[in-house]
T-cell receptor
Framework: GAVVSQHPSWVICKSGTSVKIECRSL??????MFWYRQFPKQSLMLMAT?????????EQGVEKDKFLINHASLTLSTLTVTSAHPEDSSFYIC?????????????FGSGTQLSVL | QKEVEQDPGPLSVPEGAIVSLNCTYS??????FMWYRQYSRKGPELLMY????GNKEDGRFTAQVDKSSKYISLFIRDSQPSDSATYLC??????????FGGGTRVLVKP
């Protein structure tokens, strides 16, 4: 399958600081990437859809000014958690869409555990 | 009612047994069905992908889809301790985003 690289895998930051998470498609070009959040023992919650060269589309209830998404190239999307607070502590996972229609599949990065102190 | 229902488990089986997982859904527009495996603190890994009713086999894994009953299953034969993980079903309608089940935690005991 396609390889999606996510970095860092673990980050600890102080409250009020910003954290950037990178998501790269290593062996393919991804015009569309997705960012998810996952709380312990829960399923994935879609935060936003990242489209190369255009603004991200955020799901209802997700603050776009707090979770800044940039998809400046066909292989890189970044999520920046601005002015992080302890309640932002979570597991963040990116994914990239490969193929279209019947052949469309979603491949995931390895995730980033964010802990805000 | 959630669009996709999945028993959270945990489902505990002895090594070598068959693991049986399933999801039910309510949206008849769902056409594409996936099973992902997720180890703790890792991203989900795509195991199986189907888009029609019937069975699909890949190694020790068999995925079944019954659109008339809105029911999908994943079977893992000859289960190994390394199969211990959370299994997520996911599905989508044409052109739409994926909807995930809540995940079933599986424990395979040696």
């Amino acid at each position: 399958g396609a390889v999606v690289s996510q970095h860092p895998s673990w980050v600890i930051c102080k409250s009020g600081t910003s954290v950037k998470i990178e998501c790269r498609s290593l062996d393919f070009q991804a015009t569309t990437m997705f960012w998810y959040r996952q709380f312990p023992k829960q399923s994935l919650m879609l935060m936003a859809t990242s489209n190369e060269g255009s603004k991200a589309t955020y799901e209802q209830g997700v603050e776009k000014d707090k979770f800044l998404i940039n998809h400046a190239s066909l292989t890189l999307s970044t999520l920046t958690v601005t002015s992080a607070h302890p309640e932002d502590s979570s597991f963040y996972i990116c994914s990239a869409r490969v193929g279209r229609g019947v052949d469309e599949k979603l491949f995931f990065g390895s995730g980033t555990q964010l802990s805000v102190l | 009612q959630k669009e996709v229902e999945q028993d959270p488990g945990p489902l505990s089986v002895p090594e070598g047994a068959i693991v049986s997982l399933n999801c039910t859904y309510s949206n008849s527009a769902f056409q594409y069905f996936m099973w992902y495996r997720q180890y703790s603190r890792k991203g989900p890994e795509l195991l199986m992908y189907t888009y029609s009713s019937g069975n699909k086999e890949d190694g020790r894994f068999t995925a079944q889809v019954d659109k008339s009953s809105k029911y999908i299953s994943l079977f893992i034969r000859d289960s190994q301790p390394s199969d211990s993980a959370t299994y997520l079903c996911a599905m989508r309608a044409a052109g739409n985003k994926l909807t995930f089940g809540g995940g079933t935690r599986v424990l395979v005991k040696p």
